[in-house]
């Protein structure tokens, strides 16, 4: 069975400060992707960055960093310099083989402080 | 980039009646589409998955006479939720994958239907 295990379920930085979310992640398929989402207060889901699983090389895009190292299961998603409007909840999720299903984690939400 | 519309996006109804929610992909054909399901403050839920032409196929604990699927075109599903209670209040959520890239990953989500059943 997949699973996805997002151990933060809050966190409060200030403004500017660096942070990372982890996102630890089981499968028995070789072939999977996983996904991060950002869901602002309004509900719908913001897609962040999709990964397949042969593609381990990390990943950034302006403030957003992922590290996906499959030795340890583990996606994990970095911004840098947070600002008040990355205030979210943050979803990472797997879709295995064909990802006829997607499993979310319970996700993280993030406080940034003025 | 591919949109999933979904109608409503907020609806209110009355204890025993029947909300039907629309999922739509506005550019792209998906054979498959995936309901879920988020009560507040708590993670996504897959409900059902939704197969153009055939039966959906339902998540264990999931009743499948409660929330009722079709998926009667590549564009379109629908999710009604029959005889609604309060305990159904919640934000539902579809996804769609492109029939043309089902090979790389690409999954698309709709904007949500939050349900409130008083």
């Known amino acids: 069975a997949q699973k996805v295990t997002q151990a933060q379920t809050e966190i409060s930085v200030v403004e500017k400060e660096d942070v990372t979310l982890d996102c630890v992640y089981e499968?028995?398929?070789?072939?999977?992707?996983l996904f991060w989402y950002k869901q602002p207060p309004s509900g719908e889901l913001v897609f962040l960055i999709r990964?397949?699983?042969?593609?381990?090389q990390n990943e950034i895009s302006g403030r957003y960093s992922w590290n996906f190292q499959k030795s340890t299961s583990s996606f994990n998603f970095t911004i840098t310099a947070s600002q008040v409007v990355d205030s979210a909840v943050y979803f990472c999720?797997?879709?295995?083989?064909?990802?006829?299903?997607?499993?979310f984690g319970t996700g993280t939400k993030l406080q940034v402080i003025p | 980039g591919a949109v999933v519309s979904q109608h409503p996006s907020w609806v209110i109804c009355k204890s025993g009646t029947s909300v039907k929610i629309e999922c739509r992909s506005l550019?792209?054909?998906?054979?498959?589409m995936f309901w879920y399901r988020q009560f507040p403050k708590q993670s996504l839920m897959l409900m059902a998955t939704?197969?153009?032409?055939?039966?959906?196929?339902?998540e264990q604990g999931v009743e499948k006479d409660k929330f009722l699927i079709n998926h009667a075109s590549l564009t379109l599903s629908t999710l009604t939720v029959t005889s609604a209670h309060p305990e159904d209040s919640s934000f539902y959520i579809c996804?769609?994958?492109?029939?043309?890239?089902?090979?790389?990953?690409?999954?698309?989500f709709g904007e949500g239907s939050r349900l409130t059943v008083l």
């Open positions: 996804s769609a994958r492109d029939l043309g890239q089902v090979g790389t990953g690409e999954l698309f």
């Open positions: 990964r397949n699983s042969f593609d381990e």
């Open positions: 999720a797997l879709g295995e083989g064909g990802y006829q299903k997607v499993t």
């Open positions: 550019d792209f054909q998906a054979t498959t």
């Open positions: 939704s197969n153009e032409g055939s039966k959906a196929t339902y």
């Open positions: 499968t028995r398929d070789t072939t999977y992707y």
